[in-house]
T-cell receptor
């Protein structure tokens, strides 16, 4: 089965703790993205990566960190510096990055993070 | 940066009727416009997209139109069915995807 997987589906965190969300894809896509979705709002870009070992900040990167050590994997760490981390987090991938003409993004099922 | 506005925020239609969702964008450099459908608790699913060199695209009951001069694009769903009930998002792509706030569509049986 080809696609994007995110784990866990639900995650609970105590205030002050860092937590890492997993995103894996077997589509052989070069580019990967992390978005945050809040109730009644559209998706906002946190970070994106067009190639292994390279990534760029999106619109709301503060309090988050990422790594891209493998093409298939793009984990997101929500740090204690993120002031309001409770949200639905979505990972996406595309064959190419922006301006490539192959930038159609496909999304994973999401991780719902709740800070207790 | 790009600003995408989406209307209406909620839409209720009778089964079999048509639904239309409209989006406007601000950056004339945007050249790619996808539409996503999101069911409760799931990730968005791409349903149709259009690039700036095309004015209209159809896929069965779904169509998208683009007016680059006016900087707006629309999603049309014909012969709506209960399974069309979901949240729909438009997006515009210049160097990144910018999303509208979403439209909650309810199809009444």
């Amino acid at each position: 089965d080809g696609g994007i997987t995110q784990s866990p589906k639900y995650l609970f965190r105590k205030e002050g703790q860092n937590v890492t969300l997993s995103c894996e894809q077997n589509l052989n896509h070069d580019a990967m993205y992390w978005y945050r979705q809040d109730p009644g709002q559209g998706l906002r870009l946190i970070y994106y990566s067009q190639i292994v070992n390279d990534f760029q900040k999106g619109d709301i990167a503060e309090g988050y960190s990422v790594s891209r050590e493998k093409k298939e994997s793009f984990p997101l760490t929500v740090t204690s510096a993120q002031k309001n981390p409770t949200a639905f987090y979505l990972c996406a991938s595309s064959m190419g990055g922006p301006d490539s003409g192959t930038d159609t993004q496909y999304f994973g099922p999401g991780t719902r993070l709740t800070v207790l | 940066g790009e600003n995408v506005e989406q209307h209406p925020s909620t839409l209720s239609v009778q089964e079999g009727d048509s639904a239309v969702i409209k989006c406007t964008y601000s950056d004339s450099a945007s050249n790619y416009f996808p539409w996503y459908k999101q069911e409760l608790g799931k990730g968005p699913q791409l349903i149709i997209d259009i690039r700036s060199n095309v004015g209209e695209k159809k896929d069965q009951r779904i169509a998208v139109t683009l007016n680059k001069t006016a900087k707006h694009f629309s999603l049309h769903i014909t012969e709506t069915q209960p399974e069309d009930s979901a949240v729909y998002f438009c997006a515009a792509h210049d160097y990144k995807l910018s999303f509208g706030a979403g439209t909650t569509v309810t199809v009444r049986a």
